[in-house]
């Protein structure tokens, strides 16, 4: 399994922008097969975006897309999201998660490695 460290939550007002990171050490970066989930206060953690191990294409969530922009830089071993036009649903904990397949994956239990998680704030 790899390591995996969030950051660039904060509070933001709605409308606003954020963008999270996600570095991973700990094993061959280029191999995995990237995610990021959410979880609310009192709501199961849902599904927001993934990257093919590639990088050629991101897949989303209903709630964020159009909105959300999921990246990568496996020179870098970071991953990212890039949050536009938030709302105050979009409060939640955020998570990064990591898995080597070539496939692409959107479930919670598709992936063994978690990072903390970093908290993103909507106020209204």
């Known amino acids: 399994q790899v390591q995996l460290v969030e950051s660039g939550g904060g509070l933001v007002q709605a409308g606003g922008s954020l963008r999270l990171s996600c570095v991973a050490s700990?094993?061959?970066?280029?191999?995995?097969?990237l995610g990021w989930f959410r979880q609310a206060p009192g709501k199961e953690r849902e599904f927001v975006a993934g990257?093919?191990?590639?990088?050629?294409?991101?897949y989303y969530g209903d709630p964020v897309k159009g909105r959300f922009a999921i990246s990568r830089d496996n020179a870098k071993n970071t991953m990212y999201l890039q949050m536009n036009s938030l709302k105050p649903e979009d409060t939640a904990l955020y998570y990064c998660?990591?898995?080597?397949?070539?496939?692409?994956?959107?479930?919670?239990?598709?992936?063994?490695?978690w990072g903390q998680g970093t908290q993103v704030t909507v106020s209204s």
């Open positions: 700990g094993g061959s970066f280029v191999k995995l097969a």
């Open positions: 990257i093919h191990w590639s990088g050629s294409s991101g």
């Open positions: 998660a990591a898995e080597p397949s070539y496939r692409n994956l959107r479930t919670q239990s598709d992936f063994r490695s």
